[in-house]
């Protein structure tokens, strides 16, 4: 993997992400990777997950830009039912051990390669392992509800409020702390991770409150988009 060149915020380790699965499917029943850039607030309950007998489960995508997975439906509007098992977010994914093959790694590799050349999904989408990680998988991944990566292109909607997992995607992270990304629910985390590791905690906690609420009104058409496709793409059971 070492030959492929990480672009802008994907970094080179991300390429050795199925590696590092494929040691710890040798001691689990179950392996749950996460991405640096996620929060989680409360107990999975991973073991109860269905996986439907499929080797991963994991979260659509919420990228709704005119470049993604999903531009045609947000062009045309969000009706065919195949989208909610289309393309996935690698930042949280949960590993059926008893479904692991050792061929997964040449094959990751070999998608990395067609990543190269062209992406199946996405226009003007450099490498990355995302993508690869769908061709590796494709029609053999079990979509989990919303929650369990809900990513910041919806951090306007209420789904973030209550999310088990929120995936700060993107170049912009939950640190530094800013005014305008974060909000009291992560400032809570952020402030108890802090005092635990003997760190000075976040401060003016109702001042982000208020700019957190003026960038959604200001992003307000946006969050209405991202509302329908929740609703449209949520899967029913986990």
Not at 81 to 105: C, H, I, K, Q
Request: net charge neutral; glycine share 6%.
């Amino acid at each position: 993997m070492e030959r492929f060149l990480s672009v802008g915020h994907v970094t080179n380790a991300s390429f050795l992400r199925l590696a590092a699965i494929a040691e710890a499917v040798k001691t689990a029943d179950r392996v749950v990777y996460l991405d640096t850039d996620t929060l989680v607030f409360e107990d999975l309950e991973i073991e109860r997950l269905d996986m439907d007998g499929r080797p991963v489960a994991a979260v659509l995508d919420m990228d709704l830009s005119s470049t993604g997975v999903f531009r045609k439906e947000v062009d045309h509007g969000f009706h065919d039912p195949a989208m909610r098992s289309r393309y996935f977010n690698s930042g949280v994914m949960v590993f059926d051990t008893s479904r692991w093959e050792d061929a997964f790694l040449g094959r990751f590799a070999d998608a990395m390669a067609e990543q190269e050349t062209h992406c199946r999904y996405k226009l003007n989408c450099p490498p990355n392992d995302q993508c690869a990680s769908n061709i590796l998988f494709e029609n053999d991944w079990t979509p989990l509800p919303f929650t369990y990566n809900f990513q910041a292109g919806g951090k306007f909607t209420q789904g973030w409020q209550s999310a088990k997992v929120r995936h700060y995607c993107g170049p912009s992270k939950f640190l530094p702390v800013t005014l305008r990304r974060n909000d009291p629910r992560d400032l809570a985390v952020i402030g108890e991770i802090s005092r635990r590791l003997g760190l000075r905690a976040p401060s003016l906690v109702l001042l982000h409150a208020i700019a957190f609420r003026l960038n959604a009104w200001r992003n307000r058409a946006y969050a209405q988009q991202m509302r329908r496709f929740i609703r449209f793409a949520e899967p029913r059971e986990a």
